[in-house]
């Protein structure tokens, strides 16, 4: 009705027909990994291949959760929410007091560290990863909660987007709260943080989904199975030799690694959206 | 009882002089308005004053104590902003009460003190409400409630009402000067806005280019401005200047009525005249031509230049009158008592 360009019943057909055989393209594997998830392991290996759920799902399921292949899949689970929350929470901490500092206090090389850490975004993890290495190790922290998320931990991104965010806000306000009485810190607590929350719920969303995702680092400094997380967990689930791989159940595990980061994205949509409504203005 | 003292204050970013050394004393109680066009340092002035900004050379003292290194909490002074500043996630309660919460005030004392506060200014129904759900009246009776709660010794208004519609405007003129007489505290208020500075102020002090052109009470500043500047920038509309030449000749030829006191003085003269203060006088030499009336409803304004040269002059006359119901030329008479000289070159005062 609002629409500039008047479609007849025919485009509107073609155009439905398009987007529905493109969610096809998209959805079909999952699908796939979903019913192998169902069926038994006899069921997948002998063509051709199912593409109906079978009745094996909460079996399945129970296996890889309490036992999985080297190792329980609820272990993996909670040690990737270990990690993600770790990274996000740490990059997000660290980076609004690292915007803060840059924006609102007038210190010797302010800029020099500006760049300083704008540079680090042409540095990713992959780049410094033997250095990064070496200092872990050195440090004792392998097979370590604080290994996996460290090195991480510092974010540029995050860092510069809180700098832009901080220098939008009135620079009446931090003078009011300087008259108010209002010392640094407790304008940053009192005002700045609440003022942030809608990018915080952005930059959240974002930060948990790169840590939950993370695979070359865990993969090289866990060897223990016990601190293994669940993305690098998948690969670890393949047999080496000419053994079977138990395909149902890591099915079910892959599934299984997509459901936080979708519940992640589900529920602070809704927390972003009702916060970008209750923004000022 | 607070006295606010400035001794030669001076402002300067890194070679660029913006305040050259204003001195001037506030009695307690006294309601000082800052006027001037924009650029002129009356904001950093007050900035100066508030603690927000350094002080380069000289003195503040408040009540005789230097305050130049004290924070703007130490120097028991509030601040109403040209933006509000309100804090957008807080409700008008929290706003209200967020520098007593600051101080450790008890939570009976800080409810009791903002209800107190939000009663004074009629926001009694507002206080949960986000200062987003608020209109720029309301959000204005905030600041000033934020200001008041504390008690402070100074207020001091950056161009409080310069975000509001004309109406609204005169209504917090009238209710910010009533509260200032009520509570009795010593306020500087900053305004670019000359019919706000003429009726809030008991003072005004003229600034122009970081210097103070003029201190008195507006009509000490309407009846004998000091300057050129003064002159044309208290009053409205402003004062005509008009050039003088030899012999006390305008621009046209005809010579200034005799009856006008003259200065024993050479060199470039400018007689300056307030449009209310020209008469019409029929037989008058001073001839001048009309090109376009303003009717204001008690009075009209008419803009036209003096006959036989390009001389700009604004004539009001009470009543009204139109183009059609005056001759296309008039002769004027200036009355006496009411004109001003002043020396070309410098723009000063005889």
């Given at each position: 009705?609002?629409?500039?360009?008047e479609?007849?019943?025919?485009g509107?057909?073609?155009?439905?027909?398009?987007l529905?055989?493109g969610?096809?393209i998209?959805?079909?594997p999952?699908?796939?990994?979903?019913?192998?998830?169902?069926v038994?392991?006899?069921?997948?290996?002998?063509?051709?291949?199912?593409?109906?759920?079978g009745?094996h799902?909460?079996?399945n399921?129970?296996k890889?959760?309490?036992s999985?292949?080297?190792?329980?899949?609820?272990?993996?689970l909670v040690?990737?929410t270990i990690?993600?929350?770790?990274?996000?929470?740490g990059?997000?901490?660290?980076?609004?007091?690292?915007?803060f500092a840059?924006?609102?206090?007038?210190?010797?090389?302010?800029t020099?560290?500006f760049?300083m850490?704008f540079l680090?975004?042409?540095?990713?993890?992959e780049?410094r990863i033997?250095?990064?290495?070496?200092?872990?190790?050195?440090?004792g922290?392998?097979n370590?909660?604080?290994?996996?998320?460290?090195?991480?931990i510092?974010s540029?991104t995050?860092?510069?987007?809180?700098?832009?965010?901080?220098?939008?806000?009135?620079?009446?306000?931090a003078?009011?709260a300087r008259?108010?009485g209002a010392?640094?810190m407790?304008?940053?607590?009192?005002?700045l943080l609440?003022?942030?929350?809608t990018?915080?719920?952005?930059?959240?969303?974002?930060l948990?989904?790169?840590?939950?995702?993370?695979?070359?680092?865990?993969?090289?400094?866990?060897t223990d199975?016990?601190?293994n997380t669940?993305?690098?967990?998948?690969?670890?689930?393949?047999?080496?030799?000419?053994?079977?791989a138990?395909?149902?159940?890591i099915?079910?595990?892959?599934l299984?690694?997509m459901?936080?980061?979708?519940l992640?994205?589900?529920f602070?949509?809704?927390?972003?959206i009702?916060?970008?409504?209750?923004?000022?203005? | 009882?607070?006295?606010?003292?400035?001794?030669?204050?001076?402002?300067?970013?890194g070679?660029?002089r913006?305040?050259h050394?204003?001195?001037?004393?506030?009695?307690?109680s006294?309601?000082?308005?800052?006027?001037?066009p924009?650029?002129c340092g009356?904001?950093?002035l007050?900035?100066m004053?508030?603690?927000?900004?350094?002080?380069?050379?000289g003195?503040?003292?408040?009540?005789g104590k230097?305050?130049?290194?004290?924070?703007?909490?130490?120097?028991?002074?509030a601040?109403?902003?040209?933006?509000?500043a309100?804090?957008?996630?807080?409700?008008?309660?929290?706003?209200?009460?967020?520098?007593?919460k600051?101080?450790?005030?008890?939570?009976?004392?800080?409810?009791?003190?903002?209800?107190?506060?939000a009663e004074?200014?009629?926001l009694?129904?507002?206080?949960?409400?986000?200062p987003?759900?608020l209109?720029?009246?309301?959000?204005q009776?905030v600041?000033?409630g934020?200001a008041i709660?504390r008690?402070p010794?100074?207020?001091?208004?950056?161009?409080?009402l310069?975000?509001?519609?004309a109406?609204?405007?005169?209504?917090?003129?009238?209710?910010?000067k009533?509260?200032?007489?009520?509570?009795?505290?010593?306020?500087?208020?900053v305004?670019?806005?000359q019919?706000?500075?003429?009726t809030?102020g008991d003072?005004l002090?003229?600034?122009?280019?970081?210097?103070?052109?003029q201190?008195g009470t507006?009509?000490?500043?309407?009846?004998?401005?000091?300057s050129?500047?003064v002159?044309?920038?208290?009053?409205s509309?402003?004062?005509?200047?008009?050039p003088?030449?030899?012999g006390h000749?305008?621009?046209?030829?005809?010579?200034?009525?005799?009856?006008?006191?003259?200065?024993q003085?050479?060199?470039?003269?400018s007689?300056?005249i307030r449009?209310e203060?020209?008469?019409?006088?029929?037989?008058?030499d001073?001839r001048?031509l009309?090109?376009?009336?303003?009717?204001?409803?008690?009075?009209?304004?008419?803009?036209?230049?003096l006959?036989?040269?390009s001389?700009?002059?604004?004539?009001s006359l009470p009543?009204?009158?139109?183009?059609?119901?005056?001759d296309?030329?008039?002769?004027?008479?200036f009355?006496?008592?009411?004109?001003?000289w002043f020396?070309?070159?410098?723009g000063?005062?005889?």
């Amino acid at each position: 009705m609002a629409g500039m360009v008047e479609r007849n019943g025919a485009g509107t057909i073609i155009s439905h027909v398009g987007l529905i055989f493109g969610i096809a393209i998209v959805c079909f594997p999952i699908y796939l990994a979903i019913v192998a998830s169902t069926v038994e392991q006899k069921d997948i290996v002998s063509p051709p291949l199912p593409l109906l759920p079978g009745g094996h799902f909460i079996e399945n399921y129970k296996k890889a959760l309490l036992s999985g292949v080297n190792i329980p899949v609820w272990r993996m689970l909670v040690n990737s929410t270990i990690m993600a929350m770790g990274i996000a929470i740490g990059k997000i901490v660290i980076s609004l007091l690292s915007a803060f500092a840059i924006v609102y206090f007038r210190f010797p090389l302010r800029t020099f560290f500006f760049w300083m850490i704008f540079l680090t975004l042409m540095l990713p993890v992959e780049v410094r990863i033997v250095p990064t290495f070496e200092v872990i190790a050195n440090f004792g922290m392998l097979n370590s909660y604080t290994g996996l998320i460290l090195p991480l931990i510092a974010s540029a991104t995050a860092t510069f987007l809180f700098r832009q965010f901080f220098m939008t806000v009135p620079d009446e306000i931090a003078e009011a709260a300087r008259v108010d009485g209002a010392k640094p810190m407790r304008f940053f607590f009192d005002i700045l943080l609440p003022m942030s929350r809608t990018n915080i719920a952005a930059l959240f969303v974002i930060l948990f989904i790169y840590g939950w995702n993370q695979y070359l680092w865990p993969l090289l400094i866990t060897t223990d199975p016990e601190m293994n997380t669940i993305v690098m967990g998948i690969k670890q689930m393949f047999p080496s030799g000419d053994d079977l791989a138990d395909w149902p159940v890591i099915m079910a595990t892959a599934l299984l690694a997509m459901l936080p980061p979708v519940l992640v994205v589900v529920f602070m949509q809704n927390l972003f959206i009702k916060g970008l409504v209750d923004a000022e203005k | 009882m607070t006295t606010i003292s400035l001794k030669d204050v001076k402002k300067s970013y890194g070679n660029l002089r913006v305040i050259h050394g204003v001195s001037v004393d506030i009695h307690d109680s006294e309601f000082i308005v800052v006027v001037g066009p924009s650029g002129c340092g009356k904001s950093t002035l007050l900035r100066m004053i508030a603690g927000l900004e350094d002080i380069s050379e000289g003195e503040v003292c408040i009540d005789g104590k230097v305050v130049n290194h004290l924070e703007p909490m130490d120097r028991n002074i509030a601040m109403v902003f040209q933006n509000y500043a309100l804090y957008p996630h807080m409700s008008v309660f929290d706003n209200i009460a967020y520098s007593l919460k600051i101080a450790k005030t008890s939570k009976a004392e800080i409810k009791q003190r903002v209800q107190e506060t939000a009663e004074l200014l009629q926001l009694g129904d507002y206080l949960d409400r986000k200062p987003r759900q608020l209109s720029g009246g309301q959000r204005q009776r905030v600041a000033m409630g934020r200001a008041i709660v504390r008690r402070p010794s100074v207020f001091l208004f950056d161009e409080p009402l310069s975000n509001l519609d004309a109406k609204l405007r005169v209504q917090m003129r009238l209710e910010i000067k009533r509260l200032q007489r009520q509570l009795g505290i010593t306020s500087v208020f900053v305004t670019h806005d000359q019919v706000e500075a003429m009726t809030l102020g008991d003072k005004l002090m003229v600034l122009n280019d970081g210097r103070v052109e003029q201190f008195g009470t507006p009509v000490e500043l309407y009846q004998k401005p000091r300057s050129i500047f003064v002159a044309q920038f208290i009053g409205s509309p402003s004062m005509n200047i008009v050039p003088v030449s030899e012999g006390h000749r305008l621009p046209n030829g005809a010579v200034v009525d005799h009856a006008v006191p003259k200065p024993q003085h050479t060199g470039e003269l400018s007689l300056g005249i307030r449009p209310e203060h020209i008469d019409i006088e029929p037989a008058s030499d001073v001839r001048f031509l009309i090109e376009m009336a303003e009717q204001l409803g008690a009075n009209t304004l008419i803009h036209g230049v003096l006959e036989g040269s390009s001389a700009p002059l604004v004539v009001s006359l009470p009543g009204l009158h139109t183009l059609e119901s005056l001759d296309a030329s008039i002769g004027l008479r200036f009355q006496p008592e009411n004109c001003h000289w002043f020396d070309t070159a410098t723009g000063d005062r005889l």
